[in-house]
């Protein structure tokens, strides 16, 4: 059965604009995204397949083009939508913390940080630049890979504060296993950097480390 000869109150689009987006599972929201099914499959039960091949939502979202194009009903095009609808998403976010201290709104500077780094596959590195209103001037990822006191250079750091004319920052990086509980070498970490920014009188407000659930505060915790 196609869906449009579903119920109203069933079909995906229509359930969005009078419930809201948040009424929708995982499967609806990819049946909006894909349109259309295929031969014998309404788009509903194309996203059912998608997500129980590839184990949830967010491994879906995070495949590469290769092995996302190899299924059911994508392609290099859908691969490209996907991404720009990732990336809108990414800027929203973006958006909402220049207009405001990040002081202010502590959760969109969590829900930003981990829109950035959660689907990395290894350790990122970076700063989260503030003026002396602390309002986001911008965001680099500087290190990639282990991130450890040899990997994370201070003054790589320094530099790129004082290029940014930073007052302020904020440390991030990801744990892709998950855990953001932080390791010894990342509260050593922590305060290495926070001494050598303190010498040019940037402060560092946090560091928050991604991984599943919320990104971990470490000034929350006491930790810095």
């Given at each position: 059965?196609?869906?449009?000869?579903?119920?109203?109150?069933?079909r995906?689009?229509?359930?969005?604009?009078e419930?809201?987006?948040a009424s929708?599972?995982?499967?609806e929201?990819?049946?909006?995204?894909?349109?259309t099914?295929v031969?014998?499959?309404s788009?509903v039960?194309?996203?059912?397949?998608?997500l129980?091949?590839?184990?949830?939502?967010?491994a879906l979202l995070e495949?590469?083009?290769?092995?996302?194009s190899r299924?059911?009903?994508l392609?290099?095009?859908?691969?490209?939508?996907?991404q720009?609808?990732?990336?809108?998403?990414r800027?929203?976010?973006?958006?909402r913390?220049r207009?405001k201290?990040?002081?202010?709104?502590?959760?969109a500077?969590r829900e930003?940080l981990?829109?950035?780094?959660r689907?990395?596959?290894?350790?990122?590195?970076?700063?989260?630049f503030?003026d002396?209103?602390h309002q986001v001037?911008?965001f680099?990822a500087?290190?990639?890979?282990?991130?450890d006191n040899?990997s994370v250079h201070p003054?790589?750091?320094?530099?790129?504060?004082?290029?940014n004319?930073?007052?302020?920052?904020?440390?991030?990086?990801?744990?892709?296993?998950?855990n953001?509980?932080?390791?010894?070498a990342?509260?050593?970490?922590t305060?290495?950097?926070q001494?050598?920014?303190?010498?040019v009188?940037?402060?560092?407000?946090d560091?928050?480390i991604?991984?599943?659930?919320?990104?971990?505060?470490m000034a929350?915790?006491?930790?810095?």
């Amino acid at each position: 059965m196609s869906i449009r000869d579903w119920p109203a109150a069933e079909r995906p689009r229509e359930k969005l604009l009078e419930q809201g987006s948040a009424s929708l599972s995982d499967a609806e929201l990819l049946a909006i995204f894909l349109r259309t099914g295929v031969s014998g499959r309404s788009a509903v039960d194309v996203a059912r397949h998608l997500l129980s091949k590839f184990g949830s939502l967010r491994a879906l979202l995070e495949a590469d083009q290769s092995t996302f194009s190899r299924e059911l009903g994508l392609g290099p095009a859908k691969f490209a939508q996907l991404q720009a609808v990732q990336e809108m998403g990414r800027r929203h976010m973006a958006e909402r913390l220049r207009n405001k201290s990040v002081l202010e709104n502590p959760q969109a500077v969590r829900e930003y940080l981990k829109a950035l780094l959660r689907h990395e596959l290894h350790e990122v590195f970076g700063c989260l630049f503030l003026d002396s209103r602390h309002q986001v001037l911008t965001f680099e990822a500087l290190f990639h890979g282990s991130i450890d006191n040899t990997s994370v250079h201070p003054r790589q750091v320094v530099k790129r504060a004082l290029a940014n004319n930073a007052a302020a920052l904020i440390l991030c990086h990801n744990h892709p296993s998950g855990n953001s509980t932080p390791s010894q070498a990342d509260r050593k970490l922590t305060k290495r950097l926070q001494e050598a920014l303190l010498l040019v009188d940037v402060r560092v407000l946090d560091h928050f480390i991604v991984g599943d659930g919320d990104p971990l505060s470490m000034a929350e915790y006491g930790w810095m």
